[in-house]
Nanobody, 117 residues
Framework: QVQLVESGGGLVQPGGSLRLSCAAS????????MTWYRQAPEKQRELVAT???????NYADSVKGRFAISRDNAKTTVYLQMNSLKPEDTAVYYC???????????WGQGTQVTVSS
């Protein structure tokens, strides 16, 4: 079992920055790919950024060049650095973990990001 806890959300003005954290606990050795998703009101959940166990990253086109996903050396925490934030980035951001053998996945509870002046 893996538990995920997100933090770092809040209210920020357009053009500002935030850094989200996702702390994993439990059977962390089993974790492979970790992903940030987001869900805006009345919209479907969408992938934001992904990082593999080896450190390879992938981003949604809408955040390329503005967001950066990273992972600490112990692979217990994943970060999402968000720069040049736009009102359309407003959403609940969720952390997701997929086990290396793809047998199970886990979700965090989400953290709200609001970009508004």
């Amino acid at each position: 079992q893996v538990q995920l806890v997100e933090s770092g959300g809040g209210l920020v003005q357009p053009g500002g920055s935030l850094r989200l954290s996702c702390a994993a606990s439990g059977s962390i050795f089993s974790i492979g790919i970790m992903t940030w998703y987001r869900q805006a009101p009345e919209k479907q959940r969408e992938l934001v950024a992904t990082i593999t166990h080896g450190g390879s990253t992938n981003y949604a086109d809408s955040v390329k060049g503005r967001f950066a996903i990273s992972r600490d050396n112990a692979k217990t925490t994943v970060y999402l650095q968000m720069n040049s934030l736009k009102p359309e980035d407003t959403a609940v951001y969720y952390c997701h973990a997929l086990e290396r053998d793809y047998s199970r996945d886990y979700w965090g509870q989400g953290t709200q990001v609001t970009v508004s002046s």
